[in-house]
């Protein structure tokens, strides 16, 4: 691959904060590309295996890895798209969620992010948050290695439908769907949120 990515570290190795400025500069800049104009080239097969390990570098409460992933592309994912079309044929809104299944059939790469919370004293919504951890962090990782990314659910997420499509067990929900591909225009600056009225200093 074309960014060289430090190994793993091993298990009790020091790991000490260092400033960082491209990474900075990186976080006061990403954006998400549209998913629509995501093409090949998408991220090689060693490049999706840097992507889910760095993506599974988050925090979880209890060390559960209540999460796991479903990687998608080429002939599996024509299928997947296969079924998925069928599926939204019988839909109600068929049409649009016929239209909406552009966004998982452009990209080269989708990467299905699947939240599986483990049963026991660590609280479901924390583990429900360590998903959207590795969900935003894969979707960072894939940006930093220069491809376009987006995070999207959609209805497929939803349907229950679809769920044997991504041999969901029970209890497992769809965290995202991380599309990755080179995006073919860049992305605009989207309106962002004024932080200081989102933000209380007590005191
Ligand atoms: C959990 C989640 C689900 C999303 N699902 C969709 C979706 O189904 N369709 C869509 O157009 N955008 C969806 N988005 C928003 C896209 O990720 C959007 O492109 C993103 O907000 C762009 O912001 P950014 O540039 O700061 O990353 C979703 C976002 C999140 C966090």
């Not at 990186?26 to 760095?54: K, M, Y």
């Not at 452009?106 to 990467?111: L, Q, R, Y």
Request: include cysteine; proline fraction near 10%.
């Amino acid at each position: 691959m074309s960014i060289d990515v430090p190994d793993q570290p091993q298990f009790g190795d020091p790991l000490p904060a260092t400033p960082s400025p491209e990474v900075l500069a990186f976080f006061a800049r990403r954006r998400s590309a549209s998913a629509l104009t995501l093409r090949a080239p998408g991220p090689a097969a060693d490049e999706i295996t840097t992507l889910l390990r760095l993506a599974a570098r988050v925090p979880d409460h209890g060390k559960l890895a209540p999460w796991r992933f479903i990687v998608l592309e080429g002939a599996a994912k024509d299928a997947v798209a296969g079924r998925l079309q069928a599926i939204a044929a019988a839909r109600p809104d068929a049409a649009k969620a016929e239209a909406a299944l552009g966004k998982f059939k452009a990209p080269p790469v989708a990467v299905a992010v699947v939240s599986s919370p483990k049963p026991g004293e660590i609280p479901e919504w924390e583990q429900l948050m360590s998903a959207g951890a590795v969900c935003l962090t894969l979707l960072n990782t894939a940006t930093a290695m220069g491809y376009g990314a987006n995070w999207i659910t959609d209805w497929y997420a939803y349907d229950d439908a679809a769920r044997p499509v991504f041999g969901l067990a029970d209890g497992e929900r769809i965290a995202g769907f991380i599309y990755v591909g080179s995006s073919a225009e860049p992305p605009m600056e989207r309106v962002r949120p004024e932080v200081e009225k989102l933000t209380m200093r007590p005191g």
